[in-house]
Every structure is written in C-alpha cells, then in structure tokens.
C-alpha cells in the first residue's frame, strides 16, 4: 500500500468550544490511484487533505508514504519531504504576480531532484503560447492551469487536489479535470482531491464520503467515466 492512513483523529478547540472533525479515518491508496474525498462542508475532508500534506498534525494515529511515516519525521524532514514528494493545487491559484506564466511553473522546478520538462507541460496543458505573460492577463482557467503545472513539474508521487474546479465555469471546471486526468495517465502520479461535487466521483479509481469526521461510505469505481463524459 503505498498511502496508509490509519485511525486519524484531529479536534479543534477544547472544553465546550471542542469540535471533533475528524474521528477516526482508515484508509488505503495504491500507487498511481486517482482518490476523490466527497463530503458536504464541515466533513473535515479538507483538516483529512491537510494532515496527508504534512500541513497539519493529527491528534491520534499516523499517515505513512512508501513505509514512511509522517509523524516521526522532525520539522526540517517533513519540509524535505513535502518539498521532493507533494505537489498541492488549492481552489487559489496563489501564483506570484510579477512572474511570467513560465516562470511560475519553473518555481515548482527549482524545488525538485528531478523536476519534468518546463515546455513540455506548457504543451502539455495549452500554456505554451502564453508563457511570456503575467497571471492577470489570463483567465481563471488558465491561471489554474499553470498552478497545476507549477505543481506537477516537481514530479510529485502524490498531487493533492483542494476543490481545484471551485472557482471556476462549467466547461472550464471539465477542462481541468481532463488535464488532471492527463496528469494522472502521463506521469502516474496518485491524486487525491477533496470536492463537494458528486459528478466527480465518477472519474475517481476509488471515492471515500466523508461526513461528519468518519467514513460513510468507501468504494472502488468499477466502470470510471472519463472527465470529457462528465456532467452535472
């Protein structure tokens, strides 16, 4: 098993002001698995996407990468780590507005070993015309495209995913799920996302429903619809 999450717990608050968000979460993720956490506002998907990243700690149990766990690196290894092995794409683009759109993704670059080909991801998600401009003169979509390839260039093992379509149109939202997608296919990368949109699930090689800090409901999809197919 290559992600191992294992009885995480994570409250915030304490006395009556206590609020537990998380209860006591098991699960497992393959190598190269696409993984969508589904749940309402509140289910703690998010606080769940956080402590997989390394962001925040969990109060009880463990998440271990690849034999490693998380918990047991010190703050300097947890850096490290997240630097070489996590790529993040969150619903704000936070692209640093004075650089071009190449430049932006050369950031992801320079923290990497082993980064992927800066053009060759421009190509590969229709930025390639439009690497000399600054992010205000491109739309949302295309914004967020070069925060995907600012986070895939690291060639991360795992890409977490927050609401990345949450800001976005319709048809914008189906291109950026085909271009993660993409992403998964062409550099086997395994993604998980955090979304409240139930259409998504169905791209996903495994869904986990999240409410009110536990597991509802977990599955592994039989027959994926592919992200052009989707609707909603």
């Given amino acids: 098993m290559f992600i191992e999450i294992k009885g995480i717990k994570k409250s915030f608050g304490s006395g009556e002001s206590r609020a537990d968000v998380l209860k006591g979460i098991d699960i497992g993720i393959d190598k190269g698995e696409f993984c ?3 749940g309402p506002s509140g289910s703690g998907k998010s606080t769940l996407l956080n402590i997989i990243g390394g962001i925040d700690s969990a109060d009880e149990g463990y998440i271990s990468i690849n034999g490693e766990k ?10 490290m780590y997240r630097r070489k092995h996590l790529g993040y794409i969150f619903q704000m683009y936070n692209l640093i507005p004075n650089l071009n759109i190449k430049e932006n993704v050369e950031v992801g670059a ?3 070993d082993n ?4 053009d060759d991801i421009l190509k590969t998600l229709g930025l390639y015309e439009h690497r000399h401009k600054l992010p205000n003169q491109l739309s949302g979509g ?6 995907i390839g600012r986070a895939i260039v690291k060639n991360p093992d795992i890409l977490l995913c927050d609401e990345p379509t949450g800001a976005l149109d319709y048809n914008t939202s189906k291109e950026i799920l085909q271009l993660i997608e993409t992403v998964n296919q062409k550099y086997n990368s395994t993604i998980i996302m955090v979304t409240h949109n139930d259409a998504i699930k169905n791209m996903a090689d495994k869904v986990i429903k ?3 800090g536990v597991i509802r409901k977990q599955y592994v999809n039989q027959t994926k619809v592919a992200a052009a197919d989707l609707d909603w």
């Fill in 36 to 38: 969508v956490l589904l």
């Fill in 70 to 79: 998380t918990a047991d690196m010190n703050e300097k290894a947890l850096t």
């Fill in 110 to 112: 320079y923290l990497s």
């Fill in 115 to 118: 980064p992927l080909d800066v």
């Fill in 142 to 147: 295309q914004q967020q495209r070069t925060a």
């Fill in 210 to 212: 999240l409410r009110d």
